[in-house]
């Protein structure tokens, strides 16, 4: 459908960041990675991010400073039961 509609692609390609240089994907397949994977990529994020404070040592309890909301609360429940579970 991209392929067949240079205004969609132009409206999508705008709405997501670019890959990084040299990407081997061309435009049509990267918007449409981008597109597919909209609602999991917040949901991943936010779990590399939290296990990559936990990794790392700080001067306070991680379980003490870190607030998530109801939000991030849900969307980390999501992981629950399987090997990518975060520990909160």
């Known amino acids: ?13 705008s709405q997501h960041r670019e890959y990084v240089k040299g990407s081997k994907e061309d435009e049509y397949s990267r918007t449409a990675h981008n597109v597919r994977n909209k609602d999991s990529n917040q949901r991943n994020n936010l779990r590399r991010n ?3 404070i936990n990794r790392n040592p700080t001067l306070f309890d991680v379980a003490d400073t870190l607030r998530l909301t109801t939000n ?3 969307a980390l429940d999501y ?10």
């Open 50 to 52: 939290i296990n990559k």
């Open 72 to 74: 991030q609360r849900a």
């Open 79 to 88: 992981w629950n039961g399987t090997p990518y579970e975060v520990n909160q």
């Open 1 to 13: 459908m991209l392929r067949n509609n240079d205004d969609l692609l132009l409206t999508l390609t």
